[in-house]
Every structure is written in structure tokens, then in C-alpha cells.
């Protein structure tokens, strides 16, 4: 493994026993509303302090960008470049994909970790803690599931496929958009999905449980680990056209090659 991929899985295992912890014993976490149907915790807070505190003793002059710090420099209190794909080194957190879920004692939940340098995502982790599995990928390495080599479905066509989304939560200017895409899909799909945390959501598709996964209104570190872990896989991943601006668009489609290409001609045909 490599070693940055290392310290990341050590990082997001220290995540996970935080949560884990807190999940025996959910009346007593504060929770607070950063705005409308978007929680915090202080197991997210704590969560996230613990991942950049293991990743901050081990690359003391990278960045990060983390769901609830924010955006920051280097230790030494230099300015971090002012687009976080412009930066050398960039650790993109989110300690708690599914805070809405945990909070209601629903498993479906995740820690998510990515390096991106120079703009392109290089390492990647996804940690579920309630069914210990840990995905992971480096640029160019290929992705796995507990040290097990994964690959994205066979599927050819979106008859027949599963298919996970994302309802829009944060804006619901989104949703009458979302509810024409959303009917496309239902009528010729096997199936729709939405389980909650999109960060695990790519990690199946890369590992061949969603044939693919479309949502609206992410954030970088909902899709960042994510992307690196399908395109690592024999996925393809973009935004709703296609293109390959998916991580700071809002917007994410990941899908089996076939799979992902119709669903772009399929969203195109709505607009």
C-alpha cells in the first residue's frame, strides 16, 4: 500500500472508533443545524479533528479542506492557495458522510479521505465502520475492498441496472430538475437507491453493487474519495453532461461505461 494511502486508513480507522463510540449512545450527542435538513455534530467535529491531527503529524506542510474546518494551510500558517485544486498537496475530508442517518441510529454512514495534488485525486479512502469495510485506491493502482482487488458491474444498459441517487436536500430549487431526472431513470431501471451517504454510494459503484449513481448539490468531500475509487475500478465519473468537472460542480454521475454514457444522453434529452 502506499504509504499516504496508509496514513489516510489509519486516520479514517481513528474516525471510525470515534463514531462508532458515539453511536452506542446517541441521546447524549449535541447536534446542531449548519442550515435548513443539514446537520452537525460534535462527533463530526471530533471526528475530523482526529483525522487531521494523524495526517497533520505525518505531512505537516499539506492543506485541507474539511466539511466542518473548512478550508487550511500549512501548520506554519501560510495561506492555502486560493482554489483547493490549485494546491500541491490537499487533504479533502468529510469525518462523517451521513451525519442525517447517524443521527437516527440508521448504518449508513461513512468516513471519507482523499489527497488531491495539483488538482487530480490521488488517494483515496472510504471507511464504513458498521460492516468494517475499507475501500481504497491510489491513482493509477487500482481499487479495493479490505485488501480485495474490486471492479465496477458488467452492466451494459440502464434496463435491467440498479441505480443509486441522492435526493436534494440543501436547495430544493433542485429538486422539480431532480424529480424529471429521477422519473427517467425509475422507468426503465431495475431499481432506485437512496441510502444516504454519497461517498459509500460511489464506493459501491466501484464496487459493482450500484450499477451506477447520480446526485445533485454535493460538496467535494461528498465525491472526491469517491471518484478516484470508481474511476480506479473501470468506472467512468463526471457530471450530469459528462464532463469530467464533477468534484466542484455540485453534480456527480458514476457509472459502469455503458451505463454512465446512456444516462448522460438520457439527463441530456430533460434539458
Known sequence: MHPMLNVAVRA??????IITRASLDLESVKVAAKQRND?????????????????RQAYPTHAFLGEE?????????????QKPHEAENIWIIDPLDG???FIHGMP??????????????TQAVVYDPNRDEIYTASKGRGAFLNDRRIRVSKALRVEGALIGTGFPF???????RYIRMFRAVSEKAAGV????????DLAYVAAGRFDAFFEIGLMPWDVAAGSLLVSEAGGLIGNLQGDSDHIF???????????????????????
Open 39 to 55: 446537520f452537525v455534530t460534535e462527533v463530526d467535529q471530533a471526528a475530523e479533528e482526529a483525522i487531521i491531527t494523524t495526517l
Open 12 to 17: 479514517a480507522r481513528s474516525a471510525g472508533r
Open 249 to 271: 460542480s455540485e453534480q456527480v454521475l458514476a457509472g459502469t461505461p455503458k451505463v454512465f454514457s446512456q444516462m448522460v444522453a438520457m439527463f441530456g434529452a430533460l434539458d
Open 193 to 200: 437507491r437512496r441510502p444516504g451517504a454519497a461517498a459509500l
Open 170 to 176: 440543501r436547495k430544493l430549487n433542485d429538486l422539480d
Open 99 to 101: 451525519t442525517t442517518n
Open 69 to 81: 474546518s473548512g478550508h487550511t494551510g500549512q501548520e506554519s500558517g501560510q495561506t492555502p492557495a
Open 108 to 121: 449508513q454512514y461513512c468516513v471519507s479521505i482523499a489527497l488531491m495534488q495539483k488538482g487530480l485525486v
